[in-house]
């Protein structure tokens, strides 16, 4: 191990090591000190932003030093690492995760008490680090949590976008979007100005005779430089601290241009920092959506060219061969975003290192994975050839070269198809050209995987089934998604882990999930039921207030609360909620007071962001709050129903709305979710689900039992046919959905002409997402629903028997199985008393 103090000297610094708190009294010294001295406050000057920034930096500093002994045992024992490249990972709040996960919250709390501050008050205090749109980040960020705690020597790389995801207000019913500057003060990050790469863009491609060889140079672009931002991920119960590292990109060579700054143009002196900075100012708001803009071309390659360059440097510090390469390092791509990674290592290989092209191509195919998430066309990534060409001229050669190479065996292989040459093509002959990214990706993957069954299924038999005909189907598998159980049960509701904890011996079960199996015997327990209803309603009651905080309205907390929280798409299907939502509303209309007594209060709660540049998605956001403005106020309808849009859903709001659900809708076409990752969340927290057959719902389903779940609507295997029937033959819509659309029509929740476009969508434009298909099976299971909901006793049997079988879905799982089927690493064990390890 590197290290620049000589031996004489190291006694000192042994002497001095830091040692961490460990109690309350160390804690309460760490946050005094850092309020005085960091923060430059006046003893007993503090306040609650101020508590939470000291106890940030104590946990901070915890974390760092835990950080060090973990890279210093990583290159130590120099095994095989892994890096998960992302352009999103969607963290939330890091003080509560890193307290739970360091196991000193109770020292946290107790101190915060004795120097005056509420723990919860102070984690409050946190800004989300909101670097992601949806289940893909949120993917990435449990992703890292359980690679540290299971041990796994392993990094994540990403940008460090200046502006995260946008807040959401709701102004007059519509979504307006305001900027998410969140870098004010944040504890979490380490800037690592002596970890800086030079990236380039532009330029021309010249060949060169060296020592008798041509070669291809890349020269006379634009420099951006990256610098490095550092963040402590802390593993649950262990002192593996992994690494996120984040890039930010700047102005290589000075701040400004001096020459012009003197001669007085002080606008075009700053205009080179500005456009570099540009780079990773914001994160793209797009969930399942691409949408071919330059500067994202810019990012992707800017981050991964960055990326592979520290991967490489670390990879060379052993001074091995190049062909042990994919024996050190394991590169797996969240998404097509970062597959210019591929090219990237290619070109490495063969300009810089002068590798033969086919020993190089054999390392990087060996190296990667690709991971799909999405069968969706428009999510899948094309760049125009032109655009990449201008960007990146050598990378489009070696794109070419991989094509033609690839082609060629294709030929070999399939001599007499040529239409199987121009459907595999990476470059696809359009007007204007394009490249496949997801094409790419897995021509230069040695694995490629899908996200749930269903979903790896599709995409062999849909999308890439050419792909499985050529490389066989073992290049092609599963793996489930799965979340982290400490931050969305231990960490989101305390009181139900608590309690789970009591019966499962201890909390053993957060790190193995599967141990949750022993709720299952006490589901009879009478006592046991009522502690959990008991927890159950005060995770509601906590979120009755922060509606009426936030909304103005108030909700009975004994109501059934039915919840969907996620993206707004079309194919997740919130206009089928809502309009299921105006059905129910109607029905309440027209029963007697006598009838009305005997329904059952419902809370039907909305919340998710819609993309900017999504006008159906605004829509619905509008129709649910304009439902939401006529319902909440109708007095013959009371506490029966209301309807609530919760505004600006994010991590942090997850983690209070999961536990307080006793429903929640995950409501996809079938064939389109390629997993999902809610519905575990809320099945972890006991509540139902009400699903299609689609995503992990269906091995949900099979591992809590159907009598669990409220399953309706079309299989995808249908969903084809149908689509076929709604534009070729007579297209009859639901006739209580049609009631549903002639009340809006009527003007019921305003000015129809608002969301005259969600109604043609399916009446007119062939109702591409099945909605009135799926109709009266919705409806009729939302009353299943109901009646389940009356018998109070069974419905917690069924919500226990669930959690108790949910232990398949720990993401600690899935890093087993990239692990061992993808990755080929093993954990790094570590000795708790020795910086080195065993
Ligand atoms: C999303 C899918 C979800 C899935 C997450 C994580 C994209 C492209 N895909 O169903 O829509 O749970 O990925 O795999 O964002």
């Known amino acids: 191990v590197e290290a620049s103090i000589p031996e004489p000297q190291r006694e000192a610094w042994k002497r001095n090591q830091i040692t961490s708190f460990t109690d309350k009294d160390g804690f309460e010294k760490e946050v005094v000190r850092h309020v005085e001295t960091t923060l430059a406050r006046s003893m007993f000057n503090c306040d609650e932003i101020a508590a939470y920034s000291a106890t940030s930096l104590a946990f901070r500093d915890r974390l760092i030093t835990h950080w060090n002994r973990t890279q210093q045992r990583q290159t130590y024992r120099d095994t095989k690492r892994v890096y998960y490249l992302s352009l999103e990972f969607l963290m939330g709040r890091a003080l509560d995760n890193a307290m739970l996960n360091v196991g000193l919250k109770n020292v946290a709390q107790d101190g915060l008490a004795e120097l005056g501050f509420r723990i ?10 909101a670097l992601g749109n949806g289940g893909l980040g949120r993917l990435a960020a449990c992703f890292l949590d359980s690679l540290a705690t299971l041990n796994f020597p392993a990094w994540g790389y990403g940008l460090r976008y200046r502006y995260g995801i946008f807040k959401q207000e709701i102004i007059d019913g519509y979504q307006v979007e305001v900027p998410d500057y969140w870098l004010d003060f944040n504890p979490w990050e380490f800037p690592r100005h002596d970890v800086t790469v030079d990236i ?16 291809s140079v890349w020269e006379a672009g634009e420099i951006v430089q990256a610098v490095a931002y550092d963040v402590p991920i802390p593993g649950y119960d262990t002192p593996t601290t992994n690494n996120l590292r984040l890039w930010s990109s700047k102005a290589s060579g000075g701040e400004f241009d001096f020459q012009k700054f003197n001669s007085g ?10 456009r570099a900075e540009t780079i990773s100012a914001v994160l793209y708001p797009n969930d399942n959506l691409e949408r071919g803009k330059e500067l994202r071309l810019k990012q992707q390659y800017f981050w991964v060219a960055a990326s592979l360059y520290d991967i490489v440097r670390r990879f060379k510090k052993s001074r091995r061969s190049w062909n042990e390469f994919p024996d050190q390092v394991a590169i797996q791509l969240n998404d097509t975003h970062p597959t210019l990674a591929i090219v990237e290592l290619q070109r490495i290989l063969v300009d810089i290192e002068g590798l033969e092209w086919d020993n190089a191509w054999e390392i990087v195919t060996s190296t990667f994975g690709y991971t799909n998430h999405t069968v969706l066309p428009e999510a899948l990534e094309k760049w125009p050839v032109g655009l990449v060409q201008h960007l990146l001229p050598r990378h489009l050669q070696i794109i070419y070269d991989i094509n033609l190479f690839f082609l060629q065996s ?10 199987m040459l121009r459907r595999v093509s990476i470059i696809e002959e359009s007007q204007p050209k394009m490249v496949r990214m997801a094409f790419l990706a897995i021509v230069g993957s040695h694995k490629v995987n899908g996200v749930a069954e269903l979903h790896s299924d599709l995409i062999k038999t849909t999308i890439f089934k050419d792909f499985v005909e050529i490389y066989g189907p073992d290049k092609f598998t599963n793996v489930t998604n799965g979340i982290t159980p400490r931050r969305w049960l231990h960490q989101a509701n305390p009181r139900l882990s608590e309690l789970i904890a009591s019966k499962c011996g201890g909390n053993d079960f957060l790190k193995d999930l599967t141990l949750l199996n022993q709720l299952e015997k006490h589901v009879e327990d009478k006592q046991f039921r009522k502690e959990w209803a008991e927890i159950k309603y005060a995770n509601k009651v906590r979120l009755a207030k922060h509606i009426k905080d936030t909304t103005g309205v108030v909700v009975n907390p004994a109501s059934l609360f039915d919840v969907q929280v996620k993206r707004i798409h079309e194919y997740k299907r919130q206009q089928l909620n809502i309009f299921g939502v105006i059905h129910r509303y109607l029905s309440l209309k027209a029963m007697t007071p006598d009838q009305r007594k005997k329904q059952l209060p419902r809370v039907s709660i909305f919340g998710g962001k819609a993309a900017p540049g999504y006008w159906m998605a605004k829509q619905i956001i509008h129709l649910i709050n304009s439902v939401g403005a006529v319902v909440n106020k109708d007095e013959d309808i009371g506490d029966l129903l209301k309807v609530i849009f919760l505004e600006d859903y994010n991590v942090s709001k997850a983690e209070m709305i999961c536990p307080a659900s006793d429903i929640s809708e995950h409501i996809s076409t079938a064939g389109t979710e390629a997993s999902g990752t809610s519905n575990m969340k809320f099945v972890l927290n006991g509540g139902l689900i009400i699903g299609t057959c689609d995503g992990a719902n269906i091995e949900i389903t099979r591992e809590i039992g159907e009598s669990n779940i409220f399953l309706f609507g079309n299989l995808s295997e249908d969903v084809e046919d149908l689509r076929h029937a ?7 819509i639901d006739s209580d959905l049609d009631k549903v659309f002639n009340e809006i029509e009527k003007g019921t929740f305003g000015t129809p002409h608002d969301f005259s476009a969600m109604i043609a969508a399916v009446r007119q434009h062939g109702d591409y997402y099945l909605v009135s298909d799926d109709f009266h099976s919705y409806i009729e299971t939302h009353q299943l629903v109901d009646e389940a909901y009356r018998n109070q006793d069974e419905w917690i049997a069924k919500c226990i028997t669930s959690v108790s079988r949910m232990g398949f879905f720990t993401s600690d799982r899935c890093i087993n199985e990239y692990a061992e089927e993808i990755w080929n690493v093993e954990p790094l064990a570590v000795d708790r008393h020795s910086i080195w390890g065993p």
């Open 200 to 215: 380039q863009f532009f330029g021309q491609v010249n060949k060169k005779t060296v020592g008798g060889k041509t070669i």
């Open 265 to 274: 143009d002080y606008e075009s002196s700053v205009a080179d920092q500005q």
């Open 120 to 129: 919860e008050d102070v984690v409050k205090q946190e800004h989300d680090a």
């Open 726 to 732: 709604h534009t070729y033959g007579s297209h009859t």
């Open 410 to 419: 294709v030929e070999k292989a399939f001599p007499d198809d040529r239409d």
